[in-house]
């Protein structure tokens, strides 16, 4: 498969976009099939955790109502120039895009501004968690809808930082990270109305993902490997047992199992594919 950009979880089915095209595994990653007809580069994929799956790769866009059974190519409407996020929240589909949050009712067939606020706003990155919906710009803020994403209210600000904001979301916690000198980790206990902060690790770490599980704190980088909390993202340390590649891609969990993509990164050799941790 190559180098792993993306993993979702679909059901018992984990699915890979790689260099390679899209793959999917049914026993924990050890074995893979190539999932036709998505054959090229994959980089966003979405799944609403039974049967639709969504996947984005360099020239077309696919679902699936059946776990990945069978495919149908669908459209996003001409004016996304590019769209960087898809996340579900029950049947709706929600799309991060470069000119704010669109969504669908119809599985793709048409799509709808879902925003006041960010409208225009190059979204970074989309996320759901039980029926709120947080989106984070390029100016570094985070913002949540508890309505269907009628409305929006921002709940961090980024001060126009320079540095893409990541999150993770979990029940009510929030964990934030941001690079820079006013940069660190940022947790929330109470979905983003207040925050406290963490100074406890390097603050020009380029994290890639974040990922809370089984009331871990996860963070994984791009050539410095996986960072990890067990107290609430206070202190963190650093994990690199089995890991070869420093240059994590991806990470997500399915109860206790944890993967991580890898990928060779800027020429760097070895390792390349997908780590898994009980």
């Known amino acids: 498969g190559g180098s792993f950009w993306c993993l979702s979880i679909s059901g018992s089915h984990l699915f890979a976009g790689t260099g390679n095209g899209l793959y999917s595994s049914s ?3 050890q074995k893979w099939v190539f999932v036709d007809p998505v054959r090229t580069y994959n980089r966003v994929q979405a799944s609403n955790g039974s049967k639709i799956i969504f996947t984005i790769d360099a020239n077309n866009n696919y679902k699936s109502t059946d776990s990945g059974k069978s495919w149908q190519e669908f459209f996003f409407p001409l004016r996304f120039n590019s769209v960087t ?3 579900f929240l029950g049947d709706l589909e ?13 599985l793709g067939k048409t799509w709808i501004v879902k925003d006041t606020v960010l409208l225009h706003e190059g979204i970074a990155d989309l996320k759901v968690q039980n029926s709120f919906i947080y989106a984070s710009n390029y100016k570094g803020e985070i913002f949540s809808s508890g309505d269907s994403a009628n409305h929006w209210k921002k709940i961090f600000t980024g001060d126009n930082v320079l540095y893409t904001t990541n999150f993770c979301a979990l029940d009510d916690t929030l964990l934030v990270y941001r690079k820079g000198l006013y940069g660190g980790f940022f947790i929330s206990n109470n979905r983003g109305n207040t925050w406290t902060k963490s100074d406890s690790i390097n ?3 380029d994290v890639t993902q974040l990922l809370i599980n089984n009331g871990v704190y996860y963070a994984s980088t791009w050539s410095q490997g996986i960072f990890f909390s067990s107290d609430h993202g206070h202190t963190w340390s650093t994990s690199d047992s089995g890991i070869v590649n420093p240059f994590i891609s991806c990470i997500i969990a399915s109860g206790k199992p944890i993967y991580l ?9 070895g390792g390349n594919g997908l780590l898994f941790s009980t």
Request: net charge negative; proline share 0%.
């Open 85 to 87: 996020s898809l996340s």
């Open 94 to 106: 929600l799309a991060g895009t470069d000119i704010g949050v669109f969504a669908s009712n119809d």
């Open 27 to 29: 026993d924990e990653g």
């Open 261 to 269: 993509g890898t990928t060779s990164g800027s020429g760097y050799g």
């Open 203 to 205: 603050k020009d770490l």
